[in-house]
């Protein structure tokens, strides 16, 4: 029995590793499968729809304005790296210093795969509704989407590893999830982004956080072993 379980405790790490990168090449998929359909056009019809529908049944709310604008900026540059170093430094305290490096290299990192990929598609910015907020690079893919998604999930990741029931885990990862997505749907409403934006965002935030949760765990496992 205890050699049976040991054998389990040493698979583990390979397991999660291959199910990190299973689903992060799944996602890449849907990314390249994305920029094609809107490089053909096949999306625009939809994404101008969508755009209009939440402009002219949503955009007359002052309140509902007012949070979206909030909510995105969850989703900005400095917030977020406010948000890692302030979480990376807790972590450093309560020694966890591997765990603190690798949390900031890995925001690090994954925040900066939007403004890469941006350049190959050059899509410019929707023009279907006026733009509430200031924006300056390309559309796709919506960095505000990858970048929230790389940085909230990944620290509910860490969370959930000292959360101490499955409950408590499911809750820090279904918050950190509705968090990125009011990010995200706060982009269209604003009229920045196409909703194919957002979720190729979504795609390469959520690829990189599970690769690299999926990393991490590993790692762990095979101190515990």
């Not at 999660?16 to 994305?34: H, M, S, V």
């Not at 402009?55 to 995105?72: S, V």
């Not at 410019?124 to 790389?150: C, I, L, M, Y």
């Not at 101490?164 to 885990?169: A, D, K, L």
């Amino acid at each position: 029995m205890a050699s049976e379980r040991a054998r389990g405790l040493t698979r583990r790490p390979e397991t999660l590793i291959a199910g990190g990168l299973a689903l992060a090449a799944a996602l890449a998929f849907l990314i390249a499968k994305l920029g094609s359909e809107i490089a053909e056009g096949e999306t625009l019809a939809f994404d101008r729809g969508a755009l209009l529908w939440v402009r002219q049944h949503l955009g007359g709310l002052p309140a509902l304005r007012a949070i979206m604008l909030d909510a995105t900026a969850l989703g900005d540059r400095a917030t977020l790296t406010l948000v890692v170093l302030v979480v990376g430094g807790y972590l450093a305290v309560v020694r966890s210093g591997r765990l603190a490096a690798f949390l900031i290299v890995q925001a690090a990192v994954g925040t900066s795969l939007a403004s890469l990929v941006k350049p190959w598609f050059g899509r410019v910015r929707p023009d279907v509704v006026p733009h509430w907020t200031e924006v300056a690079s390309a559309s796709f893919p919506s960095g505000h989407a990858a970048n929230s998604a790389v940085v909230y999930l990944s620290i509910a990741m860490i969370a959930a590893r000292a959360a101490p029931s499955r409950p408590g885990r499911a809750y820090l990862m279904a918050t950190a999830s509705l968090l990125v997505i009011l990010i995200g749907f706060s982009r269209i409403y604003l009229g920045v982004h196409y909703p194919t934006d957002v979720l190729a965002g979504w795609a390469i935030g959520g690829a990189w956080a599970l690769l690299c949760g999926a990393l991490g765990s590993a790692l762990v496992g095979r101190r515990r072993t």
